[in-house]
């Protein structure tokens, strides 16, 4: 039985819920006092900057926007609302006390323009964030402009290739393997290089003979995700770095699955020269609508001369400023110093962790992956038997054989009250489900995710047209997920 869920509003059916206009002509949301003051007409008081009519706005009742919008918040889900098991995305839960922090007057009023002297607690977040992710990662510089883990890459591939330039060569290809996140390749291609792909082994991981033929004098660097999107440590990781940086190149690491290593391992310790860091998804800041994101550039000491400006630097009267004279730096990749909002949340949540803290986490969140694989094997096809950490991948193999495949899966799993998985992600297993429920999760809930997944696969077996035309229980069931994406209808028009 799909359980009770708030935003399956049981008491509005799908069509009257679909009524979307409310307005009416006459009404009003406001009343104002008599005039006291000359009627003036608005062409006198603001000239050209008047408008003849105000056009068609709608004509609404105070209580009707106020239920509008509250009627259209309840028909959204968020990580608030229940488990959101978005494998690669890591969609934890968003602590109170971070919102709490970053809403402290001092600064959520902080302006970038306030002069150093006037900045120096804004400056002292950035410099224990900065501090504290370099000790997670142990890497040696940072910088935290990033906007996002996209663009963390960029920067990451310019430091790269403005070292490699600093070398006398900037080299033409990146190495990138063929279970990489889309992103990688964009990334690549954008900084100029060519990409070419490196095959997964059998068990889901670098093919190091494969690395070893192709890696040479031509390769700038091989951008890597550990844990793999298959969620697979690469135990040969040493090797590869040791491959890389034997024909001079480098290892740039995308961070985006952290989240299986803090307080375990560092990716300074086993060879990476650059990664980035998704404060959105490992440090529990929001994400999605919810924020805007944060992806850090963490680097080892030679390619810390290019580091976008500013950075950080203690000032000789011992207070923090920022350091714009830096001759060999990339330039600057973001307006001011990144999202700080952002910032103050993730070092609110590293601090009210704390080390242990941090590391039961990822404890935590290893776990639950680990819980809901060996739960659901059998009941849904797992494609690489090497164990997983944070995250694990199905297939839909089974329940393909009943014309369900993983698209219709997860449309299911909507009715059953839970965000879908990561679908189709990562390509190189034919119809995945991605799962990764987080340390988030109590095991209550876990257990109701499992049951649904197993009440599915049965569903699938006996009934698989009830999958085939889920969601039943939404506002809308099945749009043209093409046109959404493409052509958004993002505006009311009257
Ligand atoms: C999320 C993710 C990215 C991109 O990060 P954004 O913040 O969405 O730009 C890159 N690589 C992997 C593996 C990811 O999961």
Redesign the pocket.
């Given at each position: 039985m799909p359980r009770d869920i708030t935003n399956a509003a049981p008491h509005i059916n799908r069509n009257e819920a679909l009524i979307f206009e409310r307005s009416s002509p006459g009404k009003r949301a406001y009343r104002l006092p008599p005039l006291d003051v000359p009627e003036a007409n608005a062409a006198d008081l603001l000239g050209e900057a008047a408008r003849p009519h105000l056009g068609a706005m709608p004509e609404v009742s105070e209580i009707e926007i106020i239920r509008h919008f509250t009627r259209l918040s309840t028909w959204n889900y968020g990580v608030d609302t229940g488990l959101y098991p978005l494998g690669?995305?890591t969609m934890k839960y968003n602590a109170r006390v971070n919102e709490y922090v970053a809403r402290l007057e001092g600064l959520a009023g902080a302006h970038p323009y306030q002069p150093e002297k006037l900045s120096q607690g804004a400056l002292k977040i950035l410099k224990l964030l900065s501090d504290a992710l370099l000790d997670i990662t142990g890497m040696d510089a940072i910088t935290l402009q990033p906007a996002?883990?996209?663009?963390?890459?960029m920067t990451g591939i310019l430091l790269v290739r403005a070292w490699l330039e600093s070398q006398g060569n900037a080299r033409k290809k990146i190495l990138i393997p063929d279970s990489?996140?889309g992103?990688?390749p964009a990334t690549a291609a954008i900084c100029g290089y060519a990409v070419e792909n490196l095959k997964s082994s059998a068990s889901g991981m670098v093919d190091i003979a494969a690395l070893a033929t192709q890696m040479n004098e031509d390769v700038a660097a091989l951008m890597l995700?550990n844990p793999n999107?298959l969620g697979i440590f690469e135990e040969d990781i040493h090797k590869i770095a040791d491959l890389m940086h034997a024909k001079g190149g480098l290892l740039y690491m995308?961070g985006?699955?952290m989240n299986a290593l803090v307080g375990k391992t560092r990716p300074g310790d086993f060879g990476v020269d650059v990664m980035h860091l998704?404060l959105?998804?490992t440090f529990s800041t929001p994400h999605g609508g919810g924020g805007p994101?944060s992806?850090p550039v963490a680097c080892k000491k030679n390619l810390e001369p290019f580091l976008p400006v500013p950075v950080i630097a203690p000032k000789s009267d011992g207070t923090l400023g920022f350091d714009y004279e830096r001759p060999q730096a990339i330039g600057r990749v973001r307006a001011f110093y990144g999202n700080f909002g952002m910032h103050v949340r993730a070092l609110a949540y590293i601090m009210a962790n704390g080390a242990e803290g941090l590391r039961q986490t990822t404890e935590d969140a290893v776990l639950n992956a680990n819980y809901i694989r060996k739960k659901l094997e059998g009941t849904y096809d797992l494609p690489y038997a090497t164990p997983t950490m944070h995250e694990t991948v199905f297939s839909d193999r089974l329940q393909a054989r009943h014309g369900v495949k993983t698209g219709d899966i997860a449309k299911r799993l909507i009715d059953y009250g839970f965000h879908p998985y990561t679908v189709s992600f990562p390509l190189i297993v034919h119809g995945a489900l991605m799962i990764e429920p987080t340390e988030s999760e109590s095991k209550d809930e876990l257990d109701a995710f499992i049951e649904a997944m197993q009440a599915i696969a049965q569903e699938a077996a006996e009934d698989p047209n009830l999958i085939l035309e889920a969601p039943h229980t939404t506002r809308v069931s099945r749009l043209d997920e093409v046109t959404a994406a493409r052509k958004p209808v993002l505006r009311w028009k009257p």
């Amino acid at each position: 039985m799909p359980r009770d869920i708030t935003n399956a509003a049981p008491h509005i059916n799908r069509n009257e819920a679909l009524i979307f206009e409310r307005s009416s002509p006459g009404k009003r949301a406001y009343r104002l006092p008599p005039l006291d003051v000359p009627e003036a007409n608005a062409a006198d008081l603001l000239g050209e900057a008047a408008r003849p009519h105000l056009g068609a706005m709608p004509e609404v009742s105070e209580i009707e926007i106020i239920r509008h919008f509250t009627r259209l918040s309840t028909w959204n889900y968020g990580v608030d609302t229940g488990l959101y098991p978005l494998g690669s995305c890591t969609m934890k839960y968003n602590a109170r006390v971070n919102e709490y922090v970053a809403r402290l007057e001092g600064l959520a009023g902080a302006h970038p323009y306030q002069p150093e002297k006037l900045s120096q607690g804004a400056l002292k977040i950035l410099k224990l964030l900065s501090d504290a992710l370099l000790d997670i990662t142990g890497m040696d510089a940072i910088t935290l402009q990033p906007a996002a883990g996209a663009h963390g890459e960029m920067t990451g591939i310019l430091l790269v290739r403005a070292w490699l330039e600093s070398q006398g060569n900037a080299r033409k290809k990146i190495l990138i393997p063929d279970s990489a996140h889309g992103t990688n390749p964009a990334t690549a291609a954008i900084c100029g290089y060519a990409v070419e792909n490196l095959k997964s082994s059998a068990s889901g991981m670098v093919d190091i003979a494969a690395l070893a033929t192709q890696m040479n004098e031509d390769v700038a660097a091989l951008m890597l995700t550990n844990p793999n999107t298959l969620g697979i440590f690469e135990e040969d990781i040493h090797k590869i770095a040791d491959l890389m940086h034997a024909k001079g190149g480098l290892l740039y690491m995308d961070g985006a699955n952290m989240n299986a290593l803090v307080g375990k391992t560092r990716p300074g310790d086993f060879g990476v020269d650059v990664m980035h860091l998704n404060l959105h998804k490992t440090f529990s800041t929001p994400h999605g609508g919810g924020g805007p994101g944060s992806g850090p550039v963490a680097c080892k000491k030679n390619l810390e001369p290019f580091l976008p400006v500013p950075v950080i630097a203690p000032k000789s009267d011992g207070t923090l400023g920022f350091d714009y004279e830096r001759p060999q730096a990339i330039g600057r990749v973001r307006a001011f110093y990144g999202n700080f909002g952002m910032h103050v949340r993730a070092l609110a949540y590293i601090m009210a962790n704390g080390a242990e803290g941090l590391r039961q986490t990822t404890e935590d969140a290893v776990l639950n992956a680990n819980y809901i694989r060996k739960k659901l094997e059998g009941t849904y096809d797992l494609p690489y038997a090497t164990p997983t950490m944070h995250e694990t991948v199905f297939s839909d193999r089974l329940q393909a054989r009943h014309g369900v495949k993983t698209g219709d899966i997860a449309k299911r799993l909507i009715d059953y009250g839970f965000h879908p998985y990561t679908v189709s992600f990562p390509l190189i297993v034919h119809g995945a489900l991605m799962i990764e429920p987080t340390e988030s999760e109590s095991k209550d809930e876990l257990d109701a995710f499992i049951e649904a997944m197993q009440a599915i696969a049965q569903e699938a077996a006996e009934d698989p047209n009830l999958i085939l035309e889920a969601p039943h229980t939404t506002r809308v069931s099945r749009l043209d997920e093409v046109t959404a994406a493409r052509k958004p209808v993002l505006r009311w028009k009257p």
